[in-house]
């Protein structure tokens, strides 16, 4: 864990330089736009440690598969969203040296990401051999608005004495990934243009013919006036100023013959706004973002702080306007995981966008798996199935891309998360047509699956699923993983409960999904069949859901007696040790209890919860969040609380010691459940929004933002009151502990907090 990072509401502040973790920072100071994003590289030249990534949305290349022993159904590629040309950079002499920060002295060293306004800038005083002082103010953003442009303010001023500024602004597209497979570059160079404050450079990917234009148009000043681009001789005290923009396109949303000229287009507009207007349009356009999505939390900065920088990245990495995107576990601030989408999106994404943005944006989540039906259908048939789908595990375009036979062929368990979504989606939003035009397809599918993977047992006189991985990943090939078993007799529950509505209100439509689909009756009885008779590993007498079947067959010893110098154990123990010890690495059974929420007394989950968590090591960053939202519902706020901290704060503490390779963007959208979700109490019941906040006792307040079927309200907890307040003219259906009322158009409801209210 690491504590170098200053605290504050709106800000992530680098106070002083570190080059020691120069790449956790270059993680955590990433920005993006939905579009594209980068992390934190400095413009000069830098020769100390560096992860240099400049990610493009939805640009990949399949990258030829490495393993060891060949299974087969393995894929051949991993799609990787690819590191591509780098439009930061700037060549920066002084007096003819190179200004390096790994090679001079730096002082006052600042970097800081501002949450609020969106934007990532640095200062700093650097001392280079000769002996001259510069102070250095770097400031960029990539546009909200203008999703292809970004834009550097890089400011130098001697301190001391006078000194020959050299400025190289330049575009680099012959960049790597540092995870590329063979060692292989993945671009080709097609054409370039230069002129004395311009220039164009367009690349291609070797593999899929991705073409990329980056634009780049440059103007420099000293102190206010234009002055051109060659070395100058700037007075002390005096600042030179050069406003780099650069204009990123990419063929998938241009013809290839225009991206030249639509690049250099659009970077054209953007210098003749003008740095300071690009700028106020983003501040106005993170105001936006802010005031849908927020969570003000007084009395506890590390807290505050954490949520934002959560909701932030979230931000910054999906926008939900285009419906062939999704959300990489990395988002733009690192290569791993390769830019793409896990089940991640579905169990854990899916209600920030549902509660934060328009409905459409969740929607597009959702559709993005319908496009991949065809794609999981023939996944299935690859691995021998005659019907079904199974998604895979890790995709770009709707094939597999993942390659370890432990995860690729047996956490299929995402298969149920992604029927989860649809079940999601529809009971947030109301939206049941989505299940006539989409979801009820993908259902079939699934429950197709699942009914051939399952076999029936004559020793148990039950459906079993052998040889599978549950979401935790510490124990594979395991018999019967409880959460696995739920999930896929859950499935086919749900399709047929569709299919029931369906006919009721849509028989025309139902009748031609079930020709469309070829469901017959015998295939519908088969799923009550095994909805009926699914076998559940219990220990019956503890009143305990297993994890599997050998589950208690392990030698149980609580977490807490690992000794703490072999903890994260992923990183010290052998997989054999990890395989065979009863440590968890995130929320198995207990993830089948949040989804599943409704159907089990709180008395089940506390039994559950009391057992596993001390046995769960949190190594996956998706762990901590669910098991604070349980640990909120059963009251037990210490750990609740401890467990928000670990979620919201694990990159920006590097709690797992990974954050170098990239944020946890997608377990981000955990931790804001876990406040809405956990210290909230929200759900969504029978169409009715359901509250049962509380508040921790060292906080003063929290409140947080819901979008719900067109109305947006704004839920402000305090020590002894928590109102509501309708922000919008559409009236919500409410029950807050328990109570139901309707609150009216801008209708604001104030109720007072009883201590036995607070436990909910
Ligand atoms: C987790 C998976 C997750 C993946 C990507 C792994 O460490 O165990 O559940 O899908 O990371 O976030």
């Not at 640009?59 to 439009?87: C, H, L, M, R």
């Not at 207007?277 to 501040?283: G, V």
């Not at 944006?361 to 496009?371: E, K, V």
């Amino acid at each position: 864990m690491k504590n170098y990072l200053k605290l504050d509401e709106w800000l992530i502040i680098e106070d002083g330089f570190h080059p020691e973790y120069q790449e956790i920072s270059e993680s955590i100071f990433s920005i993006g736009n939905g579009h594209m994003g980068q992390r934190a590289n400095f413009e000069e030249d830098y020769s100390g440690p560096s992860l240099q990534g400049s990610y493009l949305a939805g640009v990949y290349y399949p990258d030829k598969t490495q393993v060891g022993w060949w299974k087969n159904g393995y894929p051949e590629y991993f799609a990787k969203v690819i590191n591509s040309t780098n439009w930061i950079g700037i060549h920066v002499k002084i007096d003819g040296v190179v200004l390096d920060l790994a090679t001079c002295p730096v002082n006052n060293f600042k970097r800081v990401l501002n949450m609020r306004e969106g934007y990532l800038s640095r200062t700093f005083v650097a001392t280079l051999p000769s002996g001259v002082e510069v102070k250095v103010e770097a400031l960029r953003f990539v546009s909200m608005t203008r999703p292809e442009i970004g834009a550097i303010r890089y400011r130098i001023t001697p301190l001391n004495r006078e000194a020959v500024v050299t400025l190289t602004p330049y575009l680099d597209g012959d960049v790597m990934n540092r995870d590329s497979n063979h060692g292989e570059k993945f671009w080709e160079e097609v054409n370039r243009t230069n002129q004395m404050d311009s220039a164009t450079l367009t690349m291609k990917t070797k593999k899929l013919d991705f073409y990329v234009t980056t634009a780049t148009a440059v103007e420099l000043l000293m102190d206010n006036a234009p002055i051109i681009l060659e070395p100058v001789l700037v007075d002390k005290d005096h600042t030179v100023t050069l406003f780099k923009y650069a204009a990123s396109a990419t063929s998938r949303d241009h013809a290839v013959e225009d991206l030249v000229s639509q690049s250099e287009k659009r970077v054209q507009e953007a210098k003749a706004m003008g740095f300071d207007q690009l700028l106020s349009e983003q501040r106005e356009a993170w105001k936006n973002k802010w005031n849908d999505s927020d969570i003000v939390i007084t009395g506890d900065v590390a807290a505050q702080q954490g949520i934002r920088f959560n909701i932030f990245q979230l931000n910054q990495t999906y926008t939900g306007d285009d419906e062939r995107l999704n959300i990489g576990p990395k988002g733009f601030t690192g290569e791993k995981y390769g830019g793409s989408t896990y089940w991640d999106t579905e169990a854990y994404c899916l209600p920030f966008y549902l509660s934060t943005s328009a409905q459409e944006i969740a929607r597009n989540l959702l559709i993005y798996r319908y496009r991949h039906l065809e794609k999981a259908k023939e996944n299935a048939s690859k691995l021998g199935f005659k019907r079904g789908a199974l998604y895979p595990m890790v995709t770009m375009n709707g094939e597999e891309c993942h390659n370890e036979w432990e995860i690729t062929f047996e956490e299929i368990h995402r298969n149920g998360a992604i029927a989860y979504a649809i079940y999601n989606y529809v009971n947030y939003t109301g939206d049941a047509e989505y299940l006539g035009e989409y979801g009820f397809e993908v259902l079939v599918e699934i429950s197709r699956f699942w009914a051939e993977r399952v076999n029936y047992s004559q020793s148990k006189n039950k459906y079993v699923i052998l040889g599978v991985t549950g979401p935790n990943e510490y124990e594979n090939n395991v018999n019967n993983n409880w959460y696995t078993n739920r999930m896929a007799s859950w499935t086919m529950e749900y399709t047929l409960e569709v299919m029931r509505n369906l006919q009721e209100s849509h028989p025309q439509r139902l009748h031609e999904l079930v020709e469309k689909l070829g469901i017959e009756s015998s295939e519908t009885k088969k799923w009550q069949d095994i909805i009926a008779n699914m076998y559940y590993p219990m220990d019956q007498e503890a009143g305990l859901f297993l994890q599997q079947d050998g589950f208690l067959d392990k030698v149980i010893i609580p977490a807490t007696a690992i000794n703490p110098s072999e903890v994260p154990i992923n990183q010290h123990w052998s997989w054999d040790r990890i395989l065979r010890s009863c440590y968890i690495k995130q929320a198995d059974v207990l993830q089948g209890l949040f989804f599943l929420g409704d159907r089990y007394d709180l008395e089940t989950k506390r039994r559950n919860f009391d057992f596993y968590e001390p046995l769960t090591v949190h190594e996956s960053s998706l762990s901590p969040c669910v098991h604070s939202i349980l640990a909120c519902e059963l009251g037990y706020r210490d750990k609740a609380y401890e467990l928000y901290l670990r979620t919201s704060r694990l990159d920006l503490n590097d709690y797992n010691n990974d954050t170098e390779d990239g944020c946890h963007i997608t377990s981000m959208a955990g931790t804001w459940m876990s406040v809405v979700y956990g210290f909230g109490g929200f759900r969504v019941q029978e169409g009715r929004v359901h509250l049962t906040p509380f508040l921790m006792a060292h906080w003063e307040s929290y409140s947080f933002k819901l979008m719900f079927r067109g109305a947006r309200i704004n839920v402000i907890v305090k020590k002894d009151t928590v109102t509501i307040h309708n922000e919008t003219s559409v009236e919500v259906p409410l029950t807050l502990y328990h109570q139901n009322y309707q609150l009216k158009a801008n209708e604001s409801l104030t109720v007072e907090t009883t201590s036995a209210r607070m436990i909910g």
